[in-house]
């Protein structure tokens, strides 16, 4: 075993040069959710270099690989996302876009190519039992919700993060469990560390519906939906002081559209936010505060508001018995020095909702700096994001993995989170 987790991370090590072009080369590409066409093919055209076979397009941008085993045995899925999100003036941003890589997903996928690079060649395939699924998935930042429901309302999709899509589609119903490692931008000293709990969430579209009227010479005919959407604003700020700590609570709306001519009562203005929470009651609990908010707003001005609430995800623990083996492999290669563990975090990801059908490692890694979805993020030291977790990784989901964790049975359920107060995944 010793022998063999040696010759995994001496091929991964091998390989840090071109693994670096590999994640510096999507960062200088990012693309957004459900529309990552070029870092797809990249990754793509990437595994089939190491002779696996792919499959592409699954949740429309999905790709899919697999390598297996000397005889039967568990399904474990190491995981990529695709994704960057809109961080305009980011140094890296596409200039079209404005997306950037600011959540440091590039480095999950270099990871994911790592890991596969290095147990091809090391042979390791022929003393695993089952089969390792190499999944690079589509859109886990929850942005873009105009366009995304656009997409859901055309029945491309049902979900509008990428991992439950593919819940839903049945693309986890063979894994038996899921690793990935997530950058930690903010620096805390360590080149790798685990957070065991986020939150999740719900996200609320508010529309406040008033009267234009002329702005100069009758602004009392009109009613200022701009106005109520401030208000509502306020009314959701008042409930701050009853939120518990121990709920986690984070409501942080964004007015998407604030009115459409400076001379013009604002009629039609949109507001978006999500209530984070550590547990699906706090979360229920909050986002009915927020929906009062959201009328009071509109009834003190005489406006209507329509609120769409949207299934977010679901909190994330991580699975005790996989941390524990991720521990000793990071602890063995950065040394205790450098590993750290904290119990939660108030960030989202919808490797929530994966937690909730089967053991999920979902740590994080160092080697960047700057706060995640910041025009600060980048990449400053490569070995440390791009090399490390992928060392840290292989061997966790490999050997022994299979021989300390329980799998579940395999995910054979099918997506549908009971998220709170949810009309539906999208209506
Ligand atoms: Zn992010
Ligand atoms: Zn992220």
Redesign the pocket.
């Known amino acids: 075993m010793h022998e063999l987790k040696a010759k995994v991370a001496s091929v991964i090590d091998a390989h840090a040069q071109a693994l670096t072009h590999f994640g510096n080369d999507v960062f200088a590409h990012p693309e957004i959710g459900f529309r990552e066409e070029r870092t797809a093919t990249r990754i793509a055209e990437s595994l089939r270099r190491l002779d696996l076979e792919v499959e592409e397009g699954l949740a429309i941008t999905g790709v899919r690989a697999r390598l297996r085993g000397a005889k039967p045995g568990p399904v474990i899925c190491v995981i990529g996302e695709l994704d960057g ?1 809109p961080v305009p003036g980011h140094p890296n941003a596409d200039p079209a876009t404005g997306v950037a890589h600011a ?1 440091g997903h590039n480095a999950q996928l270099t990871h994911l190519l790592g890991v596969a690079t290095a147990l091809i060649e090391s042979d390791a395939a022929a003393h695993l039992a089952g089969e390792i699924v190499f999944l690079a998935v589509p859109a ?2 929850y942005v873009d919700l105009e366009w995304r429901t656009d997409l859901a309302r055309r029945g491309k999709v049902e979900f509008l993060g990428g991992k439950p899509e593919l819940l839903k589609n049945g693309v986890f119903d063979d894994v038996d469990l899921a690793m990935m490692v997530h950058a930690s931008g903010t620096p805390n000293g360590n080149r790798l560390s685990m957070t065991w709990n986020y939150n999740g969430f719900v996200a609320k579209q508010a529309r406040f519906i008033g009267r234009a009227a002329h702005a100069g010479n009758a602004p009392y005919r009109g009613i200022n939906a701009l106005n109520a959407a401030t208000l509502a604003i306020q009314a959701m700020h008042m409930q701050r002081e009853t939120f518990r700590d121990e709920d986690h609570i984070r409501v942080h709306p964004i007015i998407t559209r604030g009115g459409d001519a400076i001379n013009v009562v604002p009629a039609d203005v949109r507001l978006e936010t999500f209530v984070r929470g550590a547990s699906l009651e706090a979360i229920d609990e909050a986002a009915a505060k927020v929906d009062r908010s959201l009328h009071a707003g509109a009834l003190a001005l005489g406006a209507s508001v329509e609120i769409r609430t949207l299934s977010g995800y679901l909190p994330l623990a991580v699975n005790r018995d996989l941390g524990n083996v991720f521990r000793e492999n990071a602890v063995e290669l950065v040394g205790a020095a450098c590993y750290g563990e904290s119990p939660s975090n108030s960030a989202s990801t919808d490797a929530g909702d994966l937690s909730h059908v089967m053991p999920m490692l979902h740590p994080n890694h160092g080697g960047c700096e700057g706060a ?2 910041t025009v600060d993020f980048r990449i400053t030291d490569p070995i440390d994001a791009y090399v490390t977790p992928a060392k840290a990784m292989a061997p966790s989901g490999t050997a022994e993995a299979l021989r300390q964790v329980t799998p579940s049975p395999a995910a054979s359920a099918r997506c549908n989170p009971p998220t709170p107060d949810a009309e539906c995944a999208i209506v």
């Open positions: 999100l959540c886990e930042e995640n979805h």
